[in-house]
């Protein structure tokens, strides 16, 4: 009835329609031929009865699927040959909305239009803006209050709902109302969910052993005895002042926390449970695909974008004067795309440089911090200097983080359109490629530098490293890295958690639905009363909602969070239990927004989670190289073992602490470089400085080379004297200790001298 303004167009698929575009897809229905699906037997059957009892609390209320549990009836493609094989009972209800609607869109999106110069299917039309949007229709309202039950009210109160955070999902009526593709999302997530569980009571219990082994442990001791305590050497040049190692005895209790044998034993656990947990998905993703009947489902040809189509006419007319020349051009090859390539290419490459100088910018910003505070009037604020800077320079990282993380969704999005891919699928695949590479190197840079970089070439007393000339080059605090790495692990990951769910995906996008229903009732008080009279229909609520943009962002959410679970758990062992309790909220959070929030998606099918799984296996396998870089360079586990059997006396930890620190006498240090205004006055002739302890023992191999070498040296030297004078004829050495020439066989080669009074044979022994 209105002449302007919105117009909605509704289209309905009669059966002849429906009918023959099923037997065209080859969808699957089923027949009237039934089976009992066959369980295991004996005491698997019996353990399965009895979980099924003890969790029935947990199961959803959906009637019509738990009847179905044990039945499946056997499924076969569409014929209208063959109608009387199948269930059919009434022609309304034999396919369901999903299906209608998936039918429907095929249709739309092969329809070309007569008037235009090429293929015109509803996504063309859409991207011309002839429609705004096109979208099948939600059953009803999802207030389970209000009406008849439908399968939107049963999804919102068995799901949707944050009350019902301790239920299963209904899987089954998930992909019955949405499709099989989002299906796969939430089954996918449910089981990552659940398999948490182990990991974070694992987890727990390696935190738990750290707090209660912490007053046991000999390192953090010796760190805290303050009648022993060692002098160290200043932090900083001329403001900083020599200082005792117990001040820090907090922060080496901390790390004893989270850095502790437990610790090595979590990251094999890890390591297994990443590999079970793809194992079990397969397993999973293999079930859903036979009672969903998806097995020897075939790739649906899919149809061109409407920008590849736009691309390739205009190709075509520009290339119309060459026709005599060659064929007409029926695709874009890779010569076509070349432009594009290399515009991808550099602008991936600056993306990384800028998160690469977002994080240098940041180590600025603590080294020149750090410097201003240690020079402050304020004994507190010196004391706290650390503290604070650690505490502000992750809160600044997790902000740039949160800020470029956005701006490389947009710009993955860019450079993938720029590339004009053909399918969607296509484009999909290069997308999350593209998105995923530079949000990897966005969220997990900060960190890699903290746990592999930071403290590495920081130099020693009197010959230290600058930036600028001015600042020294930071070093990690006295328990080492581990801890800092932990409090920037932990931030990280909960601050994305916490800021995206509750910014991003709640607030942002009520915002949106307010405006647009603001402006929709502004046009509607324009139109007069009459309209304004008119009970709202299901697609003006329906288009009231946010447009579904695609699952890409859900599964990029999940799969960093999976980084931060087992790329660097051996620093933070109660990863997996946040990621449990964000993930507690995140599948109904989800849930609310697809069943309430969102217009309803197009059902799509699909047999697996396609390239995310790639995705997910190779983070797997390079999580247990992270873990194992994280305790052999990170951790103290192995300088602790090498140290106990190696050269610990009695074979304790008892002298580790003064075992890792170097001495450095302070008259070597530079001039202007020395503690102005010291409390320790003049009593401090030697200073102590932390040393890593691989250098500590090339240092020492060095010194037990040149000892040896200039025994050797003198050696040569009687033996010389011994020729010239001409002594007698024979001259045996004594043989070196055997430990000696063991040791000395893994440094340098051995050498004997056998002569007499005319001629030296030396003989060289590997």
């Not at 025994?711 to 033996?719: A, D, M, N, P």
Request: charged share 25%; aromatic share 14%.
């Amino acid at each position: 009835n209105k002449s302007q303004g919105l117009n909605f167009v509704r289209v309905h698929a009669p059966w002849p329609v429906l009918s023959r575009e099923a037997e065209f897809l080859k969808i699957k229905v089923p027949t009237k031929k039934m089976y009992e699906v066959k369980q295991d037997g004996g005491i698997l059957r019996k353990l399965y009865a009895l979980w099924n009892k003890c969790t029935k609390f947990l199961q959803p209320d959906v009637p019509h699927l738990s009847e179905n549990a044990k039945i499946k009836h056997l499924s076969y493609p569409f014929s209208r040959d063959k109608m009387h094989l199948y269930n059919i009972k009434d022609k309304d209800t034999f396919f369901d909305n999903a299906t209608r609607s998936r039918i429907v869109h095929e249709i739309l999106k092969r329809t070309s239009c007569a008037k235009a110069k090429y293929s015109m299917g509803i996504t063309t039309l859409i991207a011309n803006n002839v429609y705004e949007a096109a979208y099948p229709l939600h059953d009803g309202c999802y207030d389970y209050n209000k009406g008849e039950i439908n399968e939107r009210k049963l999804l919102h109160r068995e799901w949707a709902r944050y009350g019902a955070f301790y239920k299963y999902q209904p899987i089954d009526l998930i992909r019955k109302y949405f499709g099989e593709k989002i299906g796969l999302y939430f089954a996918w997530l449910g089981l990552y969910t659940w398999l948490l569980i182990p990991a974070s009571l694992v987890g727990i219990i390696v935190f738990l052993y750290g707090c209660v082994t912490v007053d046991a442990d000999i390192p953090s001791q010796e760190m805290c005895d303050q009648q022993h305590s060692f002098t160290m050497c200043p932090l900083c040049d001329k403001a900083c002042d020599y200082w005792n190692l117990s001040s820090a005895c907090g922060t080496a209790r901390a790390s004893h926390l989270f850095d502790n044998p437990a610790t090595v034993f979590f990251s094999v656990f890890m390591a297994l449970w990443a590999t079970l947990f793809l194992e079990h998905w397969k397993r999973l993703q293999m079930r859903l695909s036979y009672f969903w009947d998806l097995t020897g489902l075939e790739e649906e040809e899919e149809h061109p974008r409407p920008e590849y189509e736009t691309k390739l006419l205009l190709m075509r007319e520009n290339a119309k004067g060459n026709e005599k020349n060659g064929a007409k051009k029926e695709k874009l090859t890779w010569r076509d795309r070349i432009p594009a390539y290399l515009v991808n290419f550099s602008a991936i490459l600056f993306m990384i440089a800028l998160t690469f100088s977002a994080v240098f910018s940041v180590i600025i910003y603590r080294i020149t911090t750090s410097a201003a505070l240690a020079v402050s009037t304020y004994a507190e604020t010196r004391a706290n200097a650390r503290i604070t800077v650690t505490s502000t320079a992750v809160i600044i990282n997790l902000v740039v983080i949160l800020i470029l993380d956005e701006i490389y969704g947009s710009v993955a999005k860019w450079l993938t359109e720029i590339e004009i891919p053909k399918t969607e699928k296509t484009f999909e695949e290069r997308l999350i490629l593209k998105a995923f590479l530079l949000k990897f190197v966005n969220s997990y840079a900060s960190i890699f530098y903290v746990a592999f970089f930071k403290g590495r070439f920081v130099g020693r007393p009197g010959n230290y490293l600058y930036i600028f000339q001015n600042y020294r080059v930071e070093e990690c605090a006295p328990g080492g890295c581990l801890m800092e790495l932990c409090v920037q692990l932990s931030i990280i990951m909960l601050g994305k958690q916490l800021i995206q769910n509750n910014l991003f995906e709640i607030a942002i996008p009520k915002l949106k639905k307010l405006f647009r229903k603001l402006k929709d009732e502004r046009k509607e008080t324009r139109e007069g009363n009459m309209h304004n009279a008119r009970e709202h229909q299901q697609w003006e609520d329906d288009y009231a909602l946010e447009p579904f943009t695609g699952l890409t962002p859900e599964y990029m959410e999940m799969i960093i969070q999976f980084g931060f679970v087992t790329l660097f758990v051996a620093s933070f062992p109660l990863a997996p239990l946040f990621a449990l309790l964000n993930n507690i909220i995140e599948v109904r959070l989800d849930a609310k927004k697809f069943v309430a929030e969102l217009r309803r998606p197009d059902a799509v099918r699909a047999k697996d989670i396609g390239i995310w799984y790639n995705i997910l296996s190779g983070m797997g396998k390079f999580s247990v190289i992270i873990n194992a870089f994280v305790i052999s360079v990170t951790s103290d586990f192995i300088p602790r073992l090498v140290y106990q059997y190696m050269y610990s006396e009695n074979g304790t930890m008892h002298g580790f602490i003064n075992h890792t620190l170097s001495y450095f006498n302070v008259t070597h240090l530079k001039p202007g470089s020395q503690p102005e205004n010291s409390q320790f006055g003049q009593d401090v002739d030697v200073c102590r400085y932390s040393k890593d302890i691989s250098e500590q023992i090339k240092k020492e191999k060095n010194m037990l080379v040149n000892v040896f070498l200039k025994e050797e040296h003198k050696k040569l030297q009687l033996i010389e004297n011994f020729l010239m004078h001409d002594k007698p004829s024979t001259f045996h050495f004594r043989e070196l200790p055997k430990s000696i020439i063991t040791f000395e066989e893994s440094i340098f080669d051995m050498f004997y001298f056998r002569f007499d009074k005319n001629q030296i044979q030396k003989i060289r022994v590997r």
